[in-house]
């Protein structure tokens, strides 16, 4: 079992950064791909981005890409999702992810355990 803990979320201006952060129980961190999905309110679960076990993988939706970043510490059990130009449409419910097996996945039904999520707002 698995637990997994989110942080980091808030409420910015347009344009502005934030950094989210998962913590993860476990001794096997490090053998799990991890993923980051959103939920607006209204909306269906969506895919934001995911890193494989060792970090040498790395994928993200395209609403997202070049403005956000995955990373992970494995020493640290935490995955990032480092948040930059942030859009109104970034509002959302941050959940993080993790998956039994150690490749990356874009698909919800894929990973094994959630977090509890964690609320990103942005102002306009």
């Known amino acids: 079992q698995v637990h997994l803990a989110e942080s980091g979320g808030g409420l910015v201006q347009v344009g502005g950064s934030l950094r989210l952060s998962c913590a993860a129980s476990?001794?096997?961190?490090?053998?799990?791909?991890m993923g980051w999905f959103r939920q607006a309110p209204g909306k269906e679960r969506e895919f934001v981005s995911t890193?494989?076990?060792?970090?040498?993988?790395?994928y993200y939706a395209d609403s997202v890409k070049g403005r956000f970043t995955i990373s992970r510490d494995n020493a640290k059990n935490t995955v990032y999702l480092q948040m930059n130009s942030l859009k109104a449409d970034d509002t959302a419910v941050y959940y993080c992810?993790?998956?039994?097996?150690?490749?990356?996945?874009?698909?919800?039904?894929?990973?094994?355990?959630w977090g509890q999520g964690t609320q990103v707002t942005v102002s306009s």
């Open positions: 992810a993790a998956r039994r097996s150690g490749a990356t996945a874009t698909g919800k039904d894929l990973y094994d355990y």
């Open positions: 476990g001794r096997t961190f490090s053998s799990y791909a």
């Open positions: 890193v494989s076990s060792s970090g040498t993988w790395k």
